[in-house]
């Protein structure tokens, strides 16, 4: 079954919220453990759907996994996404110089083995978009003067990028995971023409090569963004709170998903009480739309109590349309 079949059966809002990193403190593993250890990261994804009970499940979100084929290295922290420690000089921005030690393999190990042993809701699975796999090699900072002062080199780097996360996303359509998100982030701070001669035709290839449905997700303000991020062929967008919902509905043609965009920080510092009234306000702007899937704008931080992340995906399932 298709997303958009499968969200507009449950016959209530759905709810996915970006959920991992909590999974963590339930079961006592730390974040290396788990990106080590595919069927600790099972675990991990099988722990937060017992618990929290929302409408598809995700790994926790690494975007480290791609950028390692590039000789950078994942700095692994206890309960936290990994970061990467280094950037890569100009003269050496493309080359794949140890793609054998990255963890692509363990990510392939552990979508399949979520796949076959998750039945009960759809299992998505994590790419790194191209153009923010290039901000990773180069550095943000020399990759957004580069798209003007050094169009050609950037545009070789995104070439070998869009070919890398290609491959990976081939090889996770095979594992059967139900679905790919694309995690772009870096897109937003580019303008629309931008986006149209650097980013969109990577991720366009991407989708292709899932050939299943595709999420594309750009945190920050991505609003600007909405007519060519659907333009990339994806089946939802993936937005956060920076971008109000009822623009976002109202910008995107009815039989695409919209998925957000409550505020993780939110998330972790209000009450569970303010949690749920919060989301009720949120869906009550969009109670007319098709395609809302209720979701948080970002990855939800370990630190977020448990009884918030009930209330925010209880608030969902209770909202009446």
């Not at 994804?45 to 979100?61: E, G």
């Not at 920050?220 to 623009?247: A, Y």
Request: glycine letters at 6%; aromatic letters at 6%.
């Amino acid at each position: 079954m298709r997303l958009f079949e499968y969200f507009g059966s449950l016959g209530r809002v759905g709810v996915i919220p970006i959920l991992g990193y909590p999974g963590l403190v339930t079961e006592g593993i730390s974040a290396k453990e788990c990106l080590l250890d595919p069927m600790l990261h099972l675990r991990v994804v099988r722990s937060n759907l017992h618990h929290f009970h929302p409408d598809a499940v995700f790994p926790l979100l690494d975007m480290t996994i791609e950028a390692e084929c590039y000789d950078l290295r994942a700095d692994f922290k206890d309960l936290d996404p990994p970061e990467l420690s280094f950037s890569i000089p100009q003269e050496s921005w493309g080359e794949k110089k140890t793609p054998e030690l990255s963890r692509i393999p363990l990510m392939i190990e552990t979508a399949r083995m979520m796949s076959a042993r998750i039945s009960e809701v759809p299992v998505g699975f994590y790419v790194t978009g191209p153009f923010t796999l290039a901000g990773q090699i180069v550095g943000i900072q020399n990759l957004l003067p580069g798209l003007t002062k050094a169009r050609d080199a950037i545009l070789d780097l995104l070439n070998s990028c869009t070919a890398t996360v290609v491959d990976y996303a081939s090889k996770l359509k095979e594992t059967d995971v139900d679905f790919l998100v694309i995690a772009d982030p870096t897109s937003s701070l580019i303008s629309p023409e931008h986006f149209d001669d650097f980013a969109k035709a990577s991720i366009v290839k991407v989708v292709k090569s899932f050939s299943g449905d595709s999420i594309l997700h750009v945190c920050g303000r991505s609003g600007h963004l909405l007519k060519q991020m659907v333009e990339t062929g994806v089946v939802g967008l993936s937005l956060d709170d920076h971008v109000k919902l009822t623009h976002a509905v109202n910008s995107v043609p009815n039989d695409v998903l919209v998925l957000g965009n409550y505020s993780p920080t939110s998330l972790a510092d209000e009450t569970p009480e303010t949690i749920a009234a919060e989301v009720r306000s949120m869906l009550s702007g969009v109670s007319g739309a098709v395609n809302v899937v209720a979701s948080t704008g970002c990855d939800i931080s370990a630190a977020t109590p448990p009884a918030n992340i009930h209330a925010f995906i209880q608030a969902v399932k209770s909202y009446e349309k």
